[in-house]
């Protein structure tokens, strides 16, 4: 099967140059590819004919993406038409979080005409979250709820041999004017066990800035309830932590291949196990890694 992932553009409406990779469509790439399938994904957020604005500047361009969002002739959704035409995917994966669900829609609508057998699946915090209004939208297939790898990888399968979805855990779908719902599914319980996120498998990879390839997760989960934050309803609270050497590898991989020394990390709160991140620490002088890096976490995780 042919599987496109889709990044949904926001920023670039806005002429604004968003850095990094999606690293979760990275992630499901990887983990498809491996089960044998022809996987791409395209980034409609990477150009180079952007410039990177202050986010207070960039406050004031939100006129730009509605007038974006609403302009069929937009050369985004004619580059959009353009690389479904050429790629003719049998699926698209597209993420979502809540402030791309419009973009998204409109390219499951693209899509659809491009091809109507195309199935769209959506994926993501704003689809785990509000499943049955995602599906309410003619042009959305399935939605796969959660940690999607092996769901995602289980329903390319299904479509493949055309088998039924019922006992593919952490799926949503439509079946003669019913949603579905299937069982939830466990969160993966080894993230080591995970093939590092599939960098290679961009469109226009090469176009990126060694820096944007320095995006990583070392765990996923966070122990804490933010009220702005959906993390508990992707990951659960309880963290999951890759080994120091599976990250170290990923590290060592990255800079090999695209010569990345300014590394990323994404994960929800990376200090909440301090044990984890000395030995982490002590593993990059060691190894004579020499790189830099930045991390997300809570101000309460941190001391001296």
């Given at each position: ?37 022809t996987v791409e994904i ?38 959009t038409k353009e690389v ?6 049998h699926i698209i994966g ?211």
């Amino acid at each position: 099967m042919r599987v496109l992932l889709i990044e949904p553009p926001f920023e670039r409406f806005q002429g604004i140059k968003r850095a990094f990779f999606p690293l979760g469509l990275a992630y499901l790439a990887a983990y498809t590819q491996a089960q044998g399938h022809t996987v791409e994904i395209y980034d409609v957020e990477q150009t180079k004919e952007t410039n990177i604005l202050p986010y207070a500047e960039a406050a004031t361009c939100y006129q730009k993406y509605l007038e974006g969002l609403n302009d069929k002739q937009h050369p985004i959704w004619q580059e959009t038409k353009e690389v479904l035409r050429r790629f003719r995917p049998h699926i698209i994966g597209i993420s979502c979080p809540t402030v791309k669900y419009v973009p998204a829609l409109k390219i499951a609508e693209l899509a659809k005409q491009v091809d109507p057998e195309i199935k769209v699946v959506f994926g993501g915090c704003h689809p785990t979250v509000l499943t049955e209004s995602v599906l309410a939208n003619q042009t959305v297939d399935f939605v796969v709820r959660g940690e999607g790898e092996l769901t995602l990888a289980q329903l390319v399968d299904s479509l493949q041999d055309n088998i039924s979805f019922k006992d593919i855990e952490g799926l949503s779908y439509k079946l003669d004017g019913q949603i579905i719902h299937n069982p939830a599914r466990q969160l993966q319980p080894d993230l080591n066990q995970l093939p590092f996120p599939a960098r290679r498998l961009l469109r226009n990879a090469s176009e990126y800035d060694a820096e944007d390839m320095g995006l990583l997760m070392g765990s996923r989960g966070c122990p804490f309830q933010c009220t702005y934050c959906a993390s508990k309803n992707m990951w659960g609270r309880r963290v999951r932590y890759r080994s120091v050497q599976n990250i170290i590898d990923e590290i060592r991989q990255v800079k090999e291949q695209f010569g990345t020394t300014q590394f990323s990390f994404e994960d929800d709160s990376f200090t909440a196990n301090s044990k984890l991140i000395a030995e982490f620490c002590q593993q990059l002088i060691s190894q004579q890694l020499r790189i830099n890096w930045s991390a997300i976490t809570r101000i309460n995780l941190l001391n001296d």
